[in-house]
């Protein structure tokens, strides 16, 4: 029940996404993705981002950091969604209101390694702390939604990089 809930959510959230984005001016709105070198490195983000713009019109600018200083841009306004991996930073910018509605979606396995297992999260940057406008928190929130649906959680854990194993395991 709560699957099929999930899924009628999701599809609802969807639909509206659509309808809200379809009416708009000559250049469809453009999201300002932070996230990982090695999650856009993987393939990951071009398996599963064509599908989100398709269905919605938004096209996502994917700003790729690494390191300490990568949540920055968040932090700065010039990220609408964030895809991170480091629990102990996001928590902390959590906290200071930087970011908000923090939601792990999957998980990544270097063999049995408990040690270089990465936890990703989607996060939202709130768009009250900055301009009107400068925050794109319509469009970012149907992202959110959409990585967070069934149907993506399922493709993100058939991804593969070539004939190797998953990649990701989707987390419920």
């Known amino acids: 029940m709560a ?6 959510t999701a599809a609802l959230a969807s639909a509206v996404c659509l309808a809200a984005f379809s009416g708009r001016g000559a250049d469809p709105p453009e999201l300002r993705l932070v996230t990982t070198t090695s999650l856009r490195d993987s393939g990951l ?10 269905r919605t019109g938004i096209r ?3 700003i790729a950091t690494e390191g300490g200083a990568g949540l920055e841009p968040a932090r700065r306004g010039e990220a ?4 991170w991996h480091d629990p102990d930073a ?7 209101g930087v970011l908000v509605a923090r939601r792990p979606f999957a998980e990544s396995f270097s063999g049995t ?3 270089r297992r990465s936890l990703y999260s989607v996060l939202l940057v709130p768009p009250d702390r900055f301009d009107p ?15 967070v649906e069934p149907a993506t959680l399922d493709r993100i854990g058939r991804f593969r990089a070539g004939a190797g194993p998953p990649l990701f395991h989707p987390l419920p």
């Open 80 to 83: 609408d969604l964030v895809i």
């Open 90 to 96: 996001e928590e902390k910018l959590l906290e200071e």
């Open 60 to 62: 996502v600018k994917v």
């Open 45 to 54: 983000l071009g398996a599963i981002l064509p599908e989100f713009t398709t």
């Open 3 to 8: 699957f099929r809930r999930r899924g009628l």
């Open 113 to 115: 390694d408990p040690v």
């Open 133 to 147: 406008g400068r925050i794109q928190a319509a469009e970012a929130r149907a992202l959110f939604v959409y990585l």
